[in-house]
Nanobody
Framework: QVQLVESGGGLLQAGDSLRLSCAAS????????LGWFRQAPGKEREFVAG????????YYANSVKGRFTISRDNAKNMVYLQMNSLKPEDTAIYYC??????????????????WGQGTQFTVSS
């Protein structure tokens, strides 16, 4: 089993920056592909960013490309999402996710096996 715990969030202004963190336990994350998803009020959960086991490959949704950066620290069992130039439409609950299959954490047709409980932030205009 893999446990994922997100942190970060709060109330922000448009244009602000924020870094979300996700701590993994139960299994070394170097064995897992990792990703971030989000769910805005009244909308379905959507892919945001993903990274391969080594961190060499990263993937982003078009809506966040150039503004968000996913990174991982396998030694610390941590994955991060650096978000810059935040917009009101970024308001959502953000979930950390993990899977053995990179396609599951990069917006593929399958969903990740492991999920965190989510962390929320709001961006006001």
């Amino acid at each position: 089993q893999v446990q994922l715990v997100e942190s970060g969030g709060g109330l922000l202004q448009a244009g602000d920056s924020l870094r979300l963190s996700c701590a993994a336990s139960g299994r070394a994350i170097r064995l897992l592909n990792l990703g971030w998803f989000r769910q805005a009020p009244g909308k379905e959960r959507e892919f945001v960013a993903g990274t391969s086991k080594s961190g060499v490959f990263t993937y982003y949704a078009n809506s966040v490309k150039g503004r968000f950066t996913i990174s991982r620290d396998n030694a610390k069992n941590m994955v991060y999402l650096q978000m810059n130039s935040l917009k009101p439409e970024d308001t959502a609950i953000y979930y950390c996710a993990a899977d053995d299959d990179v396609r599951a954490v990069t917006g593929g047709t399958s969903l990740p096996d492991y999920w965190g409980q989510g962390t929320q932030f709001t961006v006001s205009s």
